[in-house]
């Protein structure tokens, strides 16, 4: 049994904020640190990035997502099998997000959440797909919402603090959805999942958690060593490509579009380079829309579908990224 993407699409808040605006926050809440104007903009290349509404939840991101794409498909809530809601963000510690998900859609199927940072959406499809395959459903709803806006550090108190926050900076709001089927062709044809667990701390959010106790001068806020991160999937991502290709024996020509998880312009070169990937073979987000964390592929997608840079008989290739740290590698036949 085959399992194709029917459909996907992405949400992006209407609001968008500005390099200058940024910097224009931090300096404000920061009286002691002397950001210099550009400072953000040199490191990551985002120019703009999408902020949710205040009272707006990860959950009603993910609906404006699923609920575009499926009256687009014209598919009613009540035939989904299932609806996975596979984010970095939720909207509470429990119950999982995807139950608010499916009450604001109507929709009455089982749920359940998948994270894993910013490859939760990939991780998603490669568990929906597991489960169509296996007989169990056949129509399952993938959706994410994040908010990488609420998880950025306004006051710092020096250099080293700023580039420790420097992420959250980048960091957009976002939501998707994808539904997945089975089908008699295409599809999902090749998934590869490699995680090297020993970077965990390299990139994380403290807080709410057992491991560790409240301390309102961190929890919540994002941090990282984003050199580190980088080294860590640079030893990672091209073999693991490799290997994907020659056990397809595909070339990266076979393909219309590789879709990459995106977090700045610098990391989108360097791994460009490593991976051997055309610049014509890329769906370049980050600049306009900043890291929209796990968002990123079906986002990617959408825009070359809605492009014509890929239609139905196209391959498309995902390649997820992530914090703890992990790579994920996915074939696609459209």
Not at 75 to 99: C, K, N, R, W
Request: aromatic share 6%.
């Amino acid at each position: 049994m085959n399992v194709s993407i029917r459909g996907v699409t992405a949400y992006l808040p209407p609001t968008l904020v500005t390099d200058e605006e940024v910097e224009a926050r931090i300096r404000r809440h920061s009286p002691g640190y002397p950001l210099r104007p550009g400072a953000i903009a040199k490191v990551s290349g985002v120019r703009t990035r999408h902020r949710a509404e205040l009272g707006e939840q990860a959950s009603d991101l993910a609906v404006h997502a699923a609920d575009k794409l499926l009256s687009g498909l014209g598919v009613d809530t009540g035939e989904l099998d299932l609806i996975v809601f596979a984010a970095a963000a939720q909207d509470v510690m429990e119950p999982a997000t995807s139950h608010i998900v499916a009450a604001k859609l109507g929709a009455t199927c089982p749920v359940f959440d998948v994270k894993n940072a910013c490859n939760s959406f990939l991780n998603g499809v490669q568990v929906a797909e597991a489960l169509i395959q296996t007989g169990q459903h056949r129509r399952i709803l993938v959706c994410s919402g994040e908010l990488g806006s609420r998880v950025a550090r306004w006051s710092v108190a020096d250099r080293e603090q700023f580039a420790d926050s420097l992420a959250g900076y980048t960091l957009s709001d976002a939501g998707a959805a994808m539904l997945l089927e089975a089908s008699a062709g295409g599809g999902i044809f090749y998934r590869d999942f490699t995680a090297d667990s020993s970077s965990w701390h390299v990139s994380s959010i403290p807080g709410n958690g057992a491991a560790e106790g409240r301390d309102p001068e961190r929890d919540g806020y994002i941090r990282g060593d984003g050199r580190a991160l980088l080294e860590s999937v640079a030893q990672q991502l091209g073999p693991q490509l490799d290997r994907a290709l020659a056990a397809t024996g595909l070339t990266r020509e076979d393909f219309a579009v590789f879709c990459v998880h995106q977090v700045a312009t610098p990391y989108l070169r360097a791994l460009q380079g490593l991976s051997g990937l055309a610049e014509d073979k890329l769906v370049v987000t980050v600049a306009d829309h900043g890291n929209v964390a796990s968002c990123s592929i079906p986002l990617q997608l959408s825009i070359a579908l809605e492009s014509g840079r890929c239609g139905p008989g196209d391959k498309v290739a995902f390649i997820g990224l992530a914090g703890g740290t992990s790579i994920g590698v996915m074939f696609v036949e459209l």
